[in-house]
């Protein structure tokens, strides 16, 4: 017997006993569901083959997920697995994979002894600082921002960004390459 076999075997005891949990009859499971009661009877018995026409009303009335309704196997590993790139002494960690449009990833970066090298380009970021004291600076501006505080600006000014001291910065970095922005919705008062 294959695994298939055994899941389609297993359904109707499982349709029988969340019945029996429930304690409903097969009368009353007729009329809420409108499937006739020798359906029912031999759904759970295993006479009767499952489908979806039969499944989703059953799935309803118990309230389940039709995958615990047949005890459907599991799909697979739900984990991400992000590739970091690491360049010039910060690691990118791409959170969106989405082309085109606005970019989200995490970024550490190591603390450097070398001068900061101001760099422009394309596009407008937003980042919020994770952990860690960042080093901004901005055109003439030099900003220190800590964990909870948040910049944005239009990357055609001069901009770096580094580690205050001797410990890493984590950040989470939101890119548009056009020049897109990360709207709020919502202000506090």
Do not use: C
């Not at 118990?62 to 697995?81: C, K, N, S």
């Not at 004291?133 to 055609?156: K, Q, Y």
């Not at 001069?158 to 001797?166: E, V």
Request: without cysteine; aromatic residues 4%; charged residues 25%.
């Amino acid at each position: 017997m294959t695994n298939i076999d055994r899941v389609l075997t297993a359904i109707g005891p499982r349709l029988r006993a969340l019945r029996l949990q429930r304690g409903i009859t097969l009368a009353a499971l007729s009329q809420t569901t409108g499937i006739s009661e020798s359906t029912l009877s031999r759904l759970e018995s295993g006479g009767r083959k499952a489908n979806l026409e039969l499944l989703l009303p059953l799935a309803h009335v118990y309230e389940v997920p039709l995958d615990e309704l047949v005890g459907a196997p599991e799909t697979g590993d739900p984990r991400v697995h992000l590739r970091p790139v690491t360049r010039d002494g910060m690691t990118y960690v791409p959170l969106s994979r989405r082309p085109g449009g606005l970019h989200a990833h995490k970024l550490v970066i190591s603390p450097s002894s070398g001068e900061p090298e101001l760099n422009i380009h394309e596009g407008y970021e937003w980042i919020y600082v994770l952990d860690g004291r960042l080093r901004l600076l901005l055109g003439e501006r030099s900003l220190l921002l800590t964990p909870g505080e948040v910049a944005e600006f239009d990357t055609h000014v001069p901009h770096w960004l580094g580690a205050d001291d001797d410990q890493p910065v984590e950040l989470l970095v939101i890119f548009g390459k056009q020049g897109e922005r990360a709207h709020l919705r919502a202000r506090p008062t």
